[in-house]
């Protein structure tokens, strides 16, 4: 029996304010999806991109506020996985939860690699897309394995890069408007091919990749200084600075560029910025949004080789998974699996297939979460926390079983495969561990040596 959460003492320090919090959040969501998708959803619902972004957002904030609850309910809880053990008490149900984000960062980062490979490298080289995308996994690697705080220190660099680019791109639009180029009828648009009602809807489901991000702030709760006031003002302040960056962008692009030619780029904000005739080089913004992408797929990487680390050392995974580089003490075995799994990701589909199933994967997240905060409503915690009014949850699952329905059959075969291959580790792990606590009865699982422990 565990003590109550506000009994417990944390190991780690307070150190996060309001304002980084918001910074991590926004740092998280906003960037690389808009820079890779934007011509995928105007291809969907013509030139209302604005429209489909709106309602992604909107569906975002519902699961949001799951999380907020959940989030300072249990400061102390480790994210979507944690918030369904306490629910469901199954192990299973647990794991499937925390390999659903693993497998959805794999996912995201193969097709961010798509994306850099695209035509945003066009300016610096002219290589074939599948093979550049390889070798951009490759380096993201060996950045990963170098160690975390490398990453994070070239991650504070990128997000500033990054956010310049989408801030860059609106004061062109808007400078090219104000000499009475571009056509701002085409905003309220849509698709002819298809309904206004099915173009917004299967749009959206493109958009909501890019509000994505959010949820990983649930891991560093523990660190937040007055976490039941601060996390819920950071979580929504972030998601609706980037929802207005993400509109204004969507109505940019349509202004710039007719909605076909947006489709058939795979650096459509490069295009956009051609398109305002003001001279900026192809080199330099495709440089900002090359940085935009990879910072994305770094970011992803090193959460999901984590993850995988974390799961082995639970036994949730195969052990091997939790070895380490003597020195540098990141998870080696883990880089390797996940990157590996990353690049045999690249050679199945393309950037919109691998989005909507980064999509799919993170809704079977997304309504664990929300089912989690309705059936622990029943557990009562002494400390002030946020709640989020009853019905809130119940549109948030109905919200992702909407979007569920949105997905083709070759995203859900390639989901199922995933969780099909996730299942195997699984009962490999327990069969593992089974065997050798059979064949070694008086083994103790111990720590790791001190120079075999994770970086921290």
């Known amino acids: 029996m565990t003590a109550p959460l506000n009994a417990q003492e944390s190991k780690l320090k307070k150190a996060i304010s309001g304002p980084l919090l918001y910074l991590f959040i926004l740092g998280d969501v906003l960037g690389a999806g808009i820079y890779a998708l934007v011509g995928k959803v105007a291809g969907e619902v013509g030139g209302a991109i604005w429209i489909p972004l709106l309602l992604a957002l909107f569906l975002a904030m519902l699961t949001a506020a799951s999380y907020a609850e959940l989030v300072t309910k249990y400061p102390k809880a480790g994210g979507a996985a944690i918030f369904a053990e306490r629910a469901f008490k199954v192990p299973l149900v647990s794991f499937l939860v925390g390999f659903c984000m693993l497998a959805a960062g794999v996912t995201s980062a193969a097709g961010l690699s798509l994306a850099f490979a695209g035509d945003y490298l066009k300016p610096f080289i ?3 897309t599948v093979p550049a995308a390889l ?45 009475g180029d571009g056509d701002a009828s085409r905003v309220l648009e849509f698709n002819p091919e298809v309904s206004p009602a099915v173009g917004i809807l299967a749009a959206s489901l493109l958009a909501y990749y890019s509000f994505v991000g959010f949820e990983t702030s649930a891991n560093v709760a523990e660190e937040v200084r007055d976490v039941h006031r601060v996390y819920p003002k950071a979580l929504f302040g972030a998601l609706l600075t980037a929802g207005g ?55 992803t ?13 639970q036994s949730l995974l ?32 393309d950037l919109q297939s691998l989005a909507e199933t980064v999509v799919l994967l993170l809704l079977f997240v997304f309504i664990s979460t929300n089912t989690a905060v309705l059936v622990l409503r029943k557990d009562i915690v002494e400390h002030e926390h946020f709640r989020v009014p009853t019905v809130i949850p119940y549109l948030a699952l109905a919200s992702c079983v909407l979007l569920l329905f949105q997905q083709g059959a070759d995203i859900w075969l ?18 593992i561990g089974s065997k050798q606590r059979k064949d070694h009865p008086s083994d103790q699982p111990a720590s790791l040596p001190t120079k075999d422990r994770l970086e921290p």
Request: hydrophobic share 60%.
């Open 126 to 128: 002219d290589v074939p």
């Open 301 to 313: 990487m090193i959460m999901a080789s984590r993850l995988a680390f974390g799961m082995a050392e």
């Open 135 to 179: 070798v951009f996994l490759l380096l993201v690697a060996l950045l990963n394995g170098r160690g975390v705080k490398e990453s994070v220190r070239a991650n504070v660099v990128m997000t500033v890069i990054e956010v310049s680019g989408l801030v860059l791109v609106i004061v062109l639009v808007g400078m090219m408007l104000g000499r």
């Open 318 to 349: 195969p052990r091997v998974l939790g070895r380490v580089l003597p020195n540098r003490r990141t998870p080696w075995v883990a880089i390797v699996i996940t990157t590996v799994a990353a690049m045999a990701l690249t050679l199945t589909g």
């Open 414 to 431: 390639r989901a199922a495969i995933l969780l099909l291959i996730g299942l195997v580790f699984f009962f490999l792990a327990k069969w």
């Open 245 to 299: 960056v993400y509109v204004l962008i969507g109505l940019a692009s349509s202004i710039a560029l007719p909605p076909d030619e947006l489709n058939e780029s795979s650096g459509p904000l490069l295009q956009v910025v051609q398109a305002t005739g003001f001279g900026v080089p192809d080199w330099l913004f495709g440089l900002v949004a090359l940085i935009a992408v990879a910072n994305g797929a770094l970011l």
